[in-house]
C-alpha cells in the first residue's frame, strides 16, 4: 500500500504540472488567463505547497488538511467560472477584482504567472474535449477526492 508521502508528493507533482500546462496555453497557445483562471493557478499551488509540507513534516495530515482546504476552494472558485462560462453576458472580465488581483505582489512580481490578462467567459478553447475551467473542475475533484482519502486512512 502506498505510504502517505508517496501519495502527497505525486499530488504535489501533478498540481505544478498543472500550472506548467497553464503556463504553456497562455505564452504558447496565446489563451490569456482571466481572473478566475489566476485564482485557480493560486490554488492548484496551495494544493501543492500543502503537500509538500505534509510530504515533508513530520504530520502529513495537516498537508493533507491545507490541500483539502484550497482544493475545495478550487471547486468553488471553478463552479463560479462554469456558471460564467453558461449564462452569456454575465462576466469577471475587467472589474476591480481584476484590478485588485494584479496588485497583489505576486503578480506584480511574477506578472508572467499570476497577472489576469484575459476575460472569463473567453475560456471556452477546447483541450482534448473540454474547457480549461472544465478540466480545472475534474482536477479539483480529484484533489479533493484525494486529499479527503490521505486524511481517511490510517497508516501515515
Not at 7 to 25: K, N
Not at 52 to 65: S, T
Not at 121 to 138: K, M
Request: with cysteine.
Amino acid at each position: 500500500m502506498m505510504k502517505s508521502r508517496t501519495i502527497l508528493l505525486s499530488t504535489a507533482a501533478v498540481c505544478l504540472l498543472l500550472v506548467a500546462f497553464a503556463l504553456y496555453l497562455q505564452h504558447v497557445k496565446d489563451m490569456l488567463p482571466c481572473p478566475l483562471c489566476v485564482i485557480q493557478r493560486y490554488l492548484f499551488l496551495a494544493v501543492a505547497i500543502g503537500c509538500l509540507i505534509g510530504a515533508f513534516g513530520r504530520k502529513p495530515k495537516v498537508g493533507a488538511a491545507v490541500g483539502l482546504a484550497a482544493a475545495i476552494g478550487g471547486l468553488g472558485v471553478v463552479g463560479k467560472h462554469l456558471y460564467v462560462l453558461a449564462n452569456p453576458g454575465f462576466s469577471c472580465g475587467i472589474d476591480p477584482m481584476t484590478t485588485a488581483l494584479n496588485k497583489i505582489p505576486t503578480a506584480t512580481y511574477l506578472p508572467w504567472l499570476f497577472e489576469a490578462d484575459g476575460l472569463c467567459e473567453n475560456a471556452t478553447d477546447a483541450v482534448l474535449g473540454l474547457s480549461v475551467p472544465q478540466w480545472s473542475a475534474v482536477w479539483f475533484a480529484i484533489l479533493t477526492a484525494t486529499m479527503i482519502w490521505v486524511l481517511a486512512r490510517r497508516q501515515a
